[in-house]
């Protein structure tokens, strides 16, 4: 979305990308780990705690089909 590869990443946190996949893939990543990314992309760290659709969707609750929303 930013533009930028794990390489390019990598490159301005001076590490490798080797090095940078497993803190990406740790379970239990610290929170200024994730800040040093968010600053490295250049976005805001919430990013990382949202879900990405550009076309949102819905389920009815109660038959579990999709409920199509237009906005005007």
């Known amino acids: 979305m930013h533009g930028k590869t794990q390489a ?3 490159a301005e946190l001076g590490v490798l990308p ?3 996949s497993r803190t990406i893939n740790n379970p239990r990543i610290t929170l ?3 800040n ?3 600053n490295a ?3 805001d760290i919430a990013e ?3 879900d990405y659709n550009p ?3 819905f389920t009815c609750p109660h038959c579990g089909m999709p409920i199509n929303v237009h906005v005007d």
Request: a neutral charge; hydrophobic letters at 50%; one cysteine or more.
């Open 8 to 10: 390019d990443i990598a």
């Open 18 to 20: 080797t090095s940078l």
């Open 32 to 34: 200024a780990d994730l």
């Open 36 to 38: 040093k990314l968010a």
């Open 41 to 43: 992309i250049g976005c």
């Open 48 to 50: 990382f705690f949202v």
């Open 55 to 57: 076309k949102p969707t």
